[in-house]
């Protein structure tokens, strides 16, 4: 019940195309849900978070959907460019405070 | 990185050997935390701090201890290395452990146990 659940584990995306990355998980007590962007040779670092009472949150070219009753949430990035080839971590955040995370999903923008 | 640096950024050392890693941060957060980060499994939180001398256990806490004598500094102790603890470990600050609050993270250290 303490799972996050990511998919895909890697991911290929054309420039200007639309890269899309899920989430699942059980825990209906999770209460925030963070995305989290790691370039190589540095910590992660928060990109875009939403809460369990809005079904969409965006942030420029980066869309947080989240669907409660699947108990799932995607994260968006339209328009991708180069630039945001990284890996990216869903998290979530339940009752004892604790982010609980996601694999990772590697992203390659081709040029 | 938000004020947080990590010592060593590099170490190998052998198992058995102990091993402490340093964690220190510049804005006066109350809460750190350490986590160990490993393909295929995301981060894993090891321990974290809610202020000077308290500390609690996280997910993956077994043969690691910590200790944080003064706010800003946050030790992460490996008192007997094995291999399995081959990993990167990120130290992250945090100003609130409330519901909405970011985590900042340090820039890792990777640790090879041979």
């Known amino acids: 019940q303490q799972q996050v659940k990511q998919s895909p584990q890697s991911l290929i995306v054309q420039k200007g195309g639309i890269s899309i990355i899920n989430c699942a998980y059980e825990n209906t007590a999770f209460d925030y849900f963070p995305w989290y962007q790691q370039f190589p040779g540095k910590g992660p670092a928060l990109l875009i978070a939403?809460?369990?009472d809005v079904s969409e949150k965006k942030e420029g070219r980066f869309t947080i959907s989240f669907n409660k009753s699947a108990k799932q949430f995607s994260l968006h990035i339209m328009d991708s460019q180069p630039g945001d080839s990284a890996t990216y971590f869903c998290a979530a955040k339940g009752s004892n405070y604790q982010l609980i995370w996601g694999a990772g999903t590697k992203l390659i923008i081709k040029p | 990185d938000a004020g947080i640096t990590q010592s060593p950024r590099h170490k190998v050392t052998e198992t058995g050997t102990p091993v402490t890693l340093r964690c220190h941060q510049t804005e006066n957060h109350r809460y750190m935390y350490w986590y160990r980060q490993d393909p295929g499994h995301g981060l894993r939180l090891i321990h974290y701090s809610y202020g000077v001398k308290d500390t609690d256990k996280g997910e993956v806490s077994d043969g690691y201890s910590v200790s944080r004598s003064k706010t800003e500094d946050f030790l992460l102790t490996l008192e007997s290395a094995t291999s399995s603890q081959t990993s990167v470990y990120f130290c992250a600050i945090s100003e609130s452990i409330q519901v909405y609050n970011e985590q900042f993270f340090g820039p890792g250290t990777r640790l090879t146990v041979l």
């Open positions: 939403i809460r369990p």
